[in-house]
Structure formats: structure tokens, C-alpha cells
């Protein structure tokens, strides 16, 4: 196994060169930052500190669930998704069974299943997206699930509510479909694409959602899953008592209600990503068309512009752990961090494509 890889943090790149006011376009954060709202509860949870979170986040889960038009016994919070995710693996995975996921799928994935001794069946990608109906055919008698990114990183692709169902409709019921849907708030057809609206049907579905994206707050480490009571409950048995902390629960219970907030960033970010493909469209640049907050770009000796750009004080993403050996993942930043990112980007590719 290797190591997750981070998108190089900013004061890393900073200490290093000696520079300041580098800009990171690794990690598909909201570059607006939380909102006043959130801030103001951050606030006011640090003071009372001293005293262990409520570990099952109450007031929390009674919230979102009036929200996701659940019953809160059906949502489980984690220490961000990525904490969901291996806590899944960790509880249904074992020594010879297998996980299905997808070729160009989300590291974390194969981390998981082979963290938890299980054996990764990486079905390949068609244009990119997920195969799903290949991803169903892989499933045998030792496949106990399948990871599915709903939008894809770090491929930006999509599939439909309809794609979806059909998946489930295909894949046997004691096998979990696992759909993470970190991004999906920023589909144009947000909410519309959900698989939430399938989990009556499917005791055998989870959904994935994080604060960690369109919410801002990467920093708090907060990220659930939905699912049938039942699962929710083995999930609890293994799931560290304080796995979320007081300010998540207080800065997430703030940007739940935040509406305009969020919708603020998705209108920001069609119109960055939209900005951010035409500038490609302009150089010739090949990209993968995405439905996230984020692009990936086809430069192909993708190691030497990643180098190029980080002495630039640009920092993106490096794919090739996800085999994608000649693209880069740039996520969409703010204004003039796009202006900054597009300057350093004509003078290395200047250099490079020649
Ligand atoms: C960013 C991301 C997440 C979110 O991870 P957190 O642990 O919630 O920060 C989950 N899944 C995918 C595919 C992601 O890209």
C-alpha cells in the first residue's frame, strides 16, 4: 500500500521557495472560505471546550435529517466521509472478499478495501466515467461492495439517477453500493441527482455527503452517511464514540441552514469552471468535462508542468496515482487565483509544449 498523497499544503510551498502568497488549487476546497454564519458558531463553540462532543450528535442529526427528509436513526457522522468510508470497509471487508470500485477511482477507496484486508477490483473506465454496468457484472460471490464517486474524482464525470437505479436494480441486495456524492451539490441538477431518493428501495444503498467541499470546511473534518437503520446500526458498533468533534457539530449545524451560502458557491463555481474550460478550449488544451468544482486537463508530461507551476507558487493536483499519468486536477479558485493560475500556466506550457 501507498500512502494517500495530499495536494501540497500552501505554507509547505511557501516555506520551501522562500515565497509568499502562493495559490492551492490542489483540494477542491471552497476558496470563499465559511461564511458569517458559521463563524459566529465556531465562535461561540470555543468556548466550552473542555467537555466531550455529544457522540451522537443530537441536535445534529435531528437537523440535517428534517433536512434530507430522513429518519436521524438512518444518518451516521463521521470524522470527515473519508472516516465513513473506512469505517464501511472496516465493518463489512475481510480477508477474501473484494470491493468493486473503478479504475480512475477515489485513492481513498483502494486505501480502504485493502485496509481492511480486503481484495480491489478495479473495473475500467469508459470515457473517463464509471462503467457501471461492468462495475455490477465484476460483483461474485466474494464481492461484498462497491465504491461509486457521484460526480467522479478526479474525473469530473457523472452518471444519472437513472444509471444509478439501474445499478442497484442489477447488483445483488447483500452487496453495498457505497455512492459518495462529495460534490454533488454542485451539479447543475443539484438536488435532482441524489441518490438519497433511492434509499427506500435499496436497504443495500449508502450515500456519502461531506462539509469538505461545497460547504467550506475542510479544515473541521465532518462528512455522513445515509443509509437503511439497520446498516446505520452495525456502522455504529465500530465507530469511535467522539469521532466528530464539538465545533464540527456547531460549525456544520451553522452551514446546514446557510442556504444562500451554498448556492452562492455553486454559482461561483459554474461560472469559474465555465471560465476555466473556455481558457483551455483557447490553448488547445484537452480536458475531461466535469460536473464538480474542479478540472482535469490533459498536458501530458503532466510531472514536469506540475513542477513548473509549484516553483510558479501554483500548486495543483498530480493524478497519476489515479492513472492518469499525462493529466493535472486544478480545482476552480477565486477570480484572481483562476488570473494567477492561467499567467503561470501560459508561461510553462510556452516552455513545455514546445
Ligand atoms: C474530497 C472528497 C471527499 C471528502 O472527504 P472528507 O473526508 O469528507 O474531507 C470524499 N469523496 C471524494 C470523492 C472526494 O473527492
Given at each position: 500500500m501507498h500512502p494517500y498523497e495530499p495536494g501540497k499544503p500552501l505554507e509547505t510551498l511557501e516555506r520551501e521557495l522562500g515565497i509568499r502568497g502562493a495559490v492551492k488549487?490542489?483540494?477542491?476546497?471552497?476558496?470563499?472560505?465559511?461564511g458569517e454564519a458559521v463563524r459566529a458558531a465556531l465562535a461561540h463553540g470555543a468556548a466550552d471546550l473542555s467537555r466531550y462532543p455529544d457522540g451522537s450528535a443530537f441536535r445534529f442529526r435531528e437537523r440535517l435529517a428534517a433536512l434530507q427528509g430522513v429518519h436521524p436513526d438512518q444518518i451516521l457522522l463521521g470524522n470527515g466521509s473519508n472516516d465513513v468510508l473506512e469505517l464501511i470497509a472496516r465493518v463489512f471487508l475481510a480477508p477474501g472478499t473484494t470491493g468493486v470500485i473503478d479504475q480512475h477511482a477515489f485513492v481513498v477507496y483502494p486505501l480502504a478495501i485493502a485496509g481492511a484486508g480486503g481484495q480491489v477490483r478495479a473495473v475500467p473506465s469508459v470515457a473517463y466515467g464509471h462503467d457501471l454496468p461492468a462495475m455490477a457484472a465484476a460483483v461474485d460471490d466474494t464481492t461484498r461492495l462497491m465504491f461509486i464517486a457521484n460526480p467522479n474524482n478526479p474525473t469530473g464525470t457523472v452518471a444519472s439517477l437513472q444509471e444509478i437505479e439501474t445499478l442497484l436494480e442489477a447488483v445483488p441486495s447483500d452487496v453495498l453500493v457505497v455512492v459518495d456524492e462529495a460534490y454533488c451539490e454542485y451539479h447543475h441538477e443539484a438536488p435532482a441527482t441524489t441518490a438519497l431518493s433511492l434509499l427506500d428501495r435499496f436497504p443495500n444503498l449508502v450515500v456519502t455527503r461531506t462539509f469538505s467541499k461545497i460547504y467550506g470546511l475542510a479544515a473541521l473534518r465532518l462528512g455522513y452517511a445515509v443509509a437503511a437503520p439497520e446498516l446505520v446500526s452495525l456502522l455504529n458498533r465500530l465507530r469511535q464514540p467522539f469521532n466528530v468533534n464539538s465545533l464540527a457539530l456547531a460549525g456544520g449545524l451553522a452551514a446546514l441552514d446557510d442556504v444562500a451560502y451554498v448556492a452562492e458557491s455553486r454559482r461561483l463555481n459554474a461560472e469559474g469552471l465555465a471560465a476555466l474550460e473556455a481558457a483551455m478550449r483557447a490553448r488547445g488544451v484537452p480536458y475531461i468535462p466535469s460536473a464538480g468544482n474542479f478540472l482535469t486537463i490533459e498536458v501530458g508530461a503532466a510531472g514536469a508542468y506540475y513542477d513548473a507551476l509549484l516553483r510558479e507558487g501554483v500548486i495543483v493536483r498530480p493524478v497519476a496515482g489515479y492513472g492518469l499519468g499525462a493529466h493535472l486536477r486544478v480545482s476552480v479558485g477565486l477570480a484572481e487565483e483562476m488570473a494567477r493560475f492561467l499567467e503561470s500556466f501560459d508561461r510553462v506550457h510556452g516552455r513545455l509544449a514546445a
Open positions: 488549487l490542489a483540494s477542491n476546497e471552497n476558496p470563499r472560505g465559511p
